[in-house]
């Protein structure tokens, strides 16, 4: 199991780690029996191209840099980054971005 990423607070913690699907069992089990929710990250964001008017919204939303300008100003996607926490969903003001599970 290698952790790419963990973020802990007050109120809660996450953790994001790649798992080979030898072990993912296992450690699911093991994590939800203390507790732990645990999710597949399989399905990042989408992105409705007629919809989006890249107004950059989304892009100080994202705390893990999903989002960016490109040099023409054009909005590109880096979604391997996507934790599918939901937020940029809520801040687009055209209804351009989903999940789907
Ligand atoms: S917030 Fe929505 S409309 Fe704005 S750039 Fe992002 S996806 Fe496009
Ligand atoms: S769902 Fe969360 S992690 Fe994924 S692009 Fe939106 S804000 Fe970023």
């Known amino acids: 199991m290698n952790i790419s990423q963990a973020h802990f607070d007050s109120t809660h913690g996450e953790v994001i780690a ?40 989304c892009i100080s939303v994202c705390h893990v840099n999903v989002f960016s300008f490109s040099r023409d100003w054009s909005l590109e ?12 969903i809520k801040m687009c003001p055209h209804n351009a971005l989903t999940l789907e599970h």
């Open 77 to 88: 996607m880096d979604t391997d980054k996507c934790i599918q926490c939901g937020t940029c």
């Open 18 to 57: 790649d798992i080979d699907k030898d072990h993912f069992k296992a450690i699911k089990d093991a994590l939800t029996a203390k507790g732990a929710q645990v999710i597949v990250l399989d399905y990042p964001i989408v992105r409705d191209e007629e919809e989006c008017i890249e107004c950059g919204a």
